[in-house]
């Protein structure tokens, strides 16, 4: 293999109690890394090039598992809850020597340094440590890649270290189970034991960030996507899995900045990765054309199938987990925007697939609207593979992103509302889910349609046209819009039934209201006001 033209200095890895071998591996390329990992045994390659692995036991994040270091400085800020759980430092000590010790035992490990955040003034420094390689090189296309001349004298701010084979102890570590991920903002460390799910890595980070940049930058932090048209006018899109955030956000027309994680600060916006992590469950080249075209030498997939015989992927069999994922850098996006930065936001879209067919397609809100909308996170999953469901099921998700949420969701939806009325953003709740009725009774908006509304708001082509007002939601939608049929815009008109309508309305506007209560106490009054009312 070839050395890497700059290694990293020995006493930087002695400081954490690693060993100074020759089984450190610096900074790799992704062909590197990928040669080593088929050595290894721990993937093979698809037959456009795409290194595939299975990440074991763990196919996705593992909520209750995930800890926060409490101590003199988290106790009084974080929001502590079933996301944000405690553990004493005591045990963050114990682990990280048992991570320590046993990495020292391994015959390789893979360390890389990368950055966070595209915005210079917010960059952070991150050194990852991981077991095996295409934790590595998930690491190399989710964060920012530093060049040659910035490696140099290179000292990180955060560490993570992921460590899957290492199995915990729950009673001598302080753990549920035998895997956990450990943040320690005093120690500036992620601590990765028992799982292989690599998106643990990001997450982890994305958390860290959220807490950060709140707190000490003044920054919003955003589960989001946004693009960039040719004027220069931003948007962002916010929503949950399986609502279209990274398809709608992937406009040709557009240039993309980012597909899931930015901040927000007096100047415009900026992604704090280097990358995407995609979803590949049933992927079409015709729906999704660039995430398609991403699955080639370098991209990481992740628990899929072959067709049998074949190294032929089958992004239709879910039979390891519907989460099925693919990694790969920013730039292998052909309309990618190259610095990652943008301006202020002209238009900001929560999307949910609403699958009771209550929400309208469209609809313009109010910043008190869109604070009490960004707290609740509202999307409604359908029944999917799970045997006996046949009714949705809503699901609320604080800022469309709740585990990963350290502070109180209060806290972002303020920031939020004060960029809204200070640049004048216009906010728009998008519905991608059912229309003329429910799941299995109605359809599902059609992708053209949504787009077309999409397009009218960036476009300004909504400003003059006339609205009317949902009468339990409050929210004003469009009595026209181009491209789309007038009587698709109020969802009343949709149904046979219109008394049938009405008590579907009235279910989902109580689930609104219970889960608004756990987050009433200490909001400002506007906010409070501004949900459904019965």
Not at 155 to 178: D, F, Y
Request: glycine letters at 8%.
């Amino acid at each position: 293999m070839p050395i890497p033209a700059v290694t990293i200095p020995k006493y930087h890895l002695v400081r954490l109690g690693l060993r100074t071998a020759e089984n450190i591996h610096y900074q790799l390329s992704p062909e590197e890394l990928v040669q080593y990992a088929l050595q290894r045994g721990e993937g093979s390659l698809s037959d456009t090039g795409a290194l595939v692995i299975q990440t074991g036991a763990f196919t996705g994040r593992s909520p209750k598992d995930k800890y926060l270091v409490k101590d003199a400085g988290t106790a009084g800020n974080v929001n502590w809850n079933e996301f944000n759980i405690p553990i004493e430092e005591k045990f963050f000590d114990v682990i990280r020597q048992k991570m320590v010790d046993y990495l020292n035992h391994l015959p390789d490990i893979w360390v890389r340094d990368c950055y966070a955040c595209a915005d210079p003034a917010f960059r952070m420094g991150i050194r990852v440590i991981t077991e095996t390689p295409a934790m590595n090189l998930f690491a190399h296309n989710m964060f920012l890649r530093p060049c040659e001349e910035e490696l140099e004298g290179f000292t990180p701010q955060w560490h993570v270290i992921a460590a899957p084979g290492l199995k915990l102890q729950p009673s001598e570590c302080g753990t549920r189970q035998s895997n956990a991920a450990l943040i320690s903002f005093t120690h500036k460390m992620i601590l990765i034991a028992g799982t292989g799910y690599t998106g643990e890595i990001k997450k982890g980070i994305f958390t860290v960030l959220n807490y950060i940049m709140p707190m000490q930058n003044h920054v919003l932090s955003m589960h989001c996507s946004a693009n960039m048209g040719k004027k220069g006018d931003t948007a962002i899109f916010f929503g949950l899995s399986g609502t279209g955030k990274t398809t709608l956000s992937a406009d040709p027309n557009r240039k993309l900045i980012g597909d899931d994680e930015h901040g927000w600060n007096d100047d415009g916006i900026f992604n704090f990765e280097g990358g995407c992590y995609a979803k590949c469950i049933n992927l079409r080249e015709e729906k999704e054309p660039e995430i398609y075209h991403a699955v080639k030498p370098g991209a990481l997939v992740e628990n899929v199938c072959f067709f049998p015989g074949t190294d032929r992927i089958n992004f239709d069999n879910g039979s390891i987990t519907e989460n099925t994922r693919v990694s790969y850098p920013l730039y292998y996006i052909s309309n990618a925007l190259e610095q990652s930065v943008g301006n202020i936001p002209k238009n900001v879209f929560f999307l949910t697939c609403d699958a009771y067919g209550v929400l309208p397609p469209i609809s313009r809100l109010t910043p008190g609207q869109a604070m009490y909308q960004f707290i609740s996170g509202y999307t409604a999953k359908v029944a999917g593979t799970e045997t006996g469901i046949t009714e949705p099921k809503s699901t609320f998700s604080a800022c469309f992103g709740a585990p990963f949420l350290p502070l109180h969701p209060g806290r972002y939806a303020q920031m939020l509302g004060s960029r809204l009325r200070e640049n004048q953003v216009k906010v728009w709740l998008i519905n991608t889910g059912w229309t003329k009725g429910p799941y299995l009774v109605g359809s599902r908006i059609s992708l053209t349609h949504t787009r077309a509304m999409i397009s009218a708001a960036l476009e300004g082509r909504l400003d003059e046209v006339d609205y009317q007002i949902h009468p339990v939601f409050g929210f004003a939608f469009p009595k026209s819009c181009p491209g789309v049929p007038d009587q698709l815009l109020d969802p009343e008109k949709t149904w046979a039934d219109p008394e049938a309508y009405h008590r579907q309305e009235a279910v989902l506007a109580r689930q609104f209201m219970e889960n608004f209560k756990k987050y009433a106490g200490g909001l400002d009054p506007e906010i409070l006001s501004s949900g459904p009312k019965l």
